[in-house]
Structure formats: structure tokens, C-alpha cells
């Protein structure tokens, strides 16, 4: 007997997947915001009881390390140092089109996030123990620690990578919350802006 053809599996293209992936993030942070917006308040109810829990159980070590987070995610060190930091490294390992492509997403996830803090203007929590900017929706923290996740990933296609980089964005969403710098949803919104950064320039890594 001839066997049965076997269906061919239908590949998604990697563009196809980008756009899915950025329009998701789009909606996700969008609906988030209008949220926000729309209840009149700058807590919504998971936000009140998640910064309730953790005030509950601040300690000195655990502070301190949030406050690493903090100095390693933000201000100079982390817009600047890290990526610029990464980029070298990528372009040693000779990989110069994954550098652009990291600076490029590392940038434009940078400039979405002020734009869409400006745009909602959100108050941050009262009990905050850090120096902060304006607006707290979404947390630039968390999209860049986001972001060098992603790009890296999809750059250096490692296991490895992806969990570490997972390991990195789940640490820093919680430090940016237990310092209280940004409530849980500016987090969630933040880590969103990754997906939509690597769409816009994750594919000039291919090759590189």
C-alpha cells in the first residue's frame, strides 16, 4: 500500500510573528493605560494589594538588593552602561548587525516608554524609597531589563539566555515594586514594550 501523504507543516513566518507579537504588546499596554484612565484613580485593586503585601515584608536585605536592581536598571547605568556594555560585546564576538539591532531596540523601547508616560501621566505609589521621573505607567526599569531579554535571545539563541534574561525581568519587576517605584500593572506594561521593540528591529540580528 502507499502510504498516506504527510501534511506539510505550515511554518510561521518570523516577520508574521513579530507583527502578532507587537500588536498584542500594543493593545496590551494600550488597554492597561485606558484602564487606568478610565477608573479615575492611580491604584486599581490588584495594584492596592500587591504594594500592601509588600510593604507587609520590607527588609533590610531584600531592600538592598531591589536598590542594586535599581542602580543597574536605570539613570545612566542602565540607559547607557549596560547596552553600550552589550553592544561592544556583541560587535567582539562579531556579530555587528546583532549590535546595531540591540542598540536600535534598546532605543526605541527607551523612547516608547517616556512618550506613553507623558501620554498617561500616572502618580507612583506614596511609600516610594527611590528618586524617580515623571509618570509611573510603564516602568522603564522593567522594559529595558525586558528588552536586553528578548534581543539578546533572539540574537544569541541560546536556552541559557532565555532563562536568564526571564530570571532578570521577573527579578527586576519585583524590585521596582518592593521599593515602591511603580505599581504591579506599570511592571506588567513594562515588560510589554520588549515584544514591541524586538518586532521593530530583532530582525536585522539574523546573520549577524
Given at each position: ?27 496590551l ?21 500587591w ?27 542602565g ?62 526599569h ?33 524590585a ?12 506588567l ?20
Open positions: 500500500m502507499t502510504p498516506l501523504p504527510t501534511a506539510r507543516r505550515r511554518r510561521v513566518s518570523p516577520r508574521v510573528a513579530g507583527l502578532v507579537a507587537a500588536v498584542a504588546a500594543i493593545l499596554v494600550a488597554g492597561l493605560g485606558l484602564l487606568i484612565t478610565l477608573r479615575g484613580t492611580t491604584q486599581l485593586d490588584l495594584d492596592a494589594e504594594m500592601a503585601e509588600l510593604l507587609e515584608r520590607r527588609i533590610g536585605a531584600l531592600v538592598a538588593v531591589a536598590l542594586l536592581f535599581d542602580w543597574l536598571g536605570g539613570g545612566i547605568v540607559v547607557f552602561v549596560v547596552p553600550i556594555g552589550i553592544a561592544v560585546l556583541l560587535l567582539v564576538r562579531r556579530r555587528p548587525w546583532g549590535a546595531l539591532a540591540f542598540v536600535l531596540a534598546s532605543a526605541l523601547s527607551a523612547g516608547l516608554v517616556q512618550v506613553i508616560k507623558h501620554l498617561f501621566g500616572r502618580e507612583r505609589p506614596v511609600d516610594i524609597l527611590v528618586v524617580a521621573d515623571y509618570g509611573s505607567f510603564p516602568s522603564g522593567t522594559a529595558n531589563a525586558a528588552t536586553i531579554a528578548v534581543v539578546l535571545g533572539l540574537i544569541l539563541q541560546r536556552r541559557w539566555v532565555w532563562i536568564a534574561g526571564l530570571i532578570w525581568t521577573i527579578g527586576m519587576l519585583l521596582r515594586t518592593y521599593v515602591g517605584a511603580h505599581w504591579l500593572t506599570d511592571t506594561g513594562g515588560s510589554s514594550r520588549a515584544r514591541r521593540s524586538r518586532s521593530s528591529s530583532g530582525q536585522r540580528s539574523r546573520g549577524g
